[in-house]
């Protein structure tokens, strides 16, 4: 496995996440790691991504909520989800950006009341 995320679940609208990615060692020089999504029935979509440089996107319905980072040495991407909704159920990819474009097996996260 070349991405391996963690950290998804269920949590009651208004809870938090931390959702963790890590990449294998046999990715080399990435430029970028970030994550999708994608809810039943709907298409893939974009969420946060993080640069080697340290800048930042988020999608829009993610702004103020959410707060992509990464570690050690920029093969480990994390995303802290706050004040989750319930629109935020979905399965998450990690991804990674190097000589090819990686993905990981996707993680599910479920908010309800």
């Known amino acids: 496995v070349q991405l391996q995320a963690s950290g998804g679940g269920s949590v009651q609208p208004g809870g938090s996440l931390r959702l963790s990615c890590a990449a294998s060692?046999?990715?080399?020089?990435?430029?970028?790691m970030g994550w999708y999504r994608q809810a039943p029935g709907k298409l893939r979509e974009f969420v946060a991504r993080?640069?080697?440089?340290?800048?930042?996107n988020y999608a829009d319905s993610v702004k103020g909520r959410f707060t992509i980072s990464s570690g050690n040495a920029r093969k480990t991407v994390y995303l802290q989800m706050n004040n989750l909704k319930p629109e935020d159920t979905a399965v998450y990819y990690c991804?990674?950006?190097?000589?090819?474009?990686?993905w990981g097996q996707g993680t599910q996260v479920t908010v309800s009341s």
């Open positions: 060692p046999t990715i080399f020089s990435i430029t970028s």
């Open positions: 991804t990674a950006t190097g000589i090819t474009n990686y």
């Open positions: 993080i640069y080697s440089s340290g800048t930042t």
